[in-house]
């Protein structure tokens, strides 16, 4: 099979510790990529050989905890879901409007 057609199908299944290697190797190369909340898109049919190498040597490697000196890992912050604070409007029924609600309340 060749490789950017396996990357293709297996990159998914990469260890959280090589993304993250995978991802500053992409970032340090300047390759054309799309950033979203969901992580990196990239396009393996426009990489060079020399990146596909790389992508593809480093998912067969067999440490499961590579040593790195080039590459730094990145701290990703996640943001905490603000505090929603529930404003009300003063609102003015009129007899009519008041009429109708009563019989919803009974």
Same mark, same amino acid.
């Given at each position: 099979m060749d490789k950017r057609k396996f990357l293709y199908y297996n990159i998914h299944k990469i260890e959280n510790n090589k993304r993250i290697i995978l991802t500053n190797y992409i970032e340090q190369n300047k390759i054309?990529?799309?950033?979203? $909340?969901?992580? !990196? %898109? !990239?396009n393996f049919s426009q990489l060079d050989d020399e990146h596909i190498d790389f992508c593809y040597d480093l998912y067969n490697l067999e440490n499961k905890y590579p040593q790195y000196d080039a590459v730094? $890992?990145?701290h990703i912050q996640t943001s905490k879901p603000r505090k929603m604070i529930a404003e009300y409007k003063d609102y003015h =029924?009129?007899? %009519?409007?008041s !009429?109708? =609600?009563s019989y919803s309340t009974k």
């Open positions: 054309e990529h799309n950033k979203n $909340s969901n992580g !990196l %898109l !990239l730094k $890992s990145a =029924l009129t007899p %009519l409007e !009429l109708i =609600l």
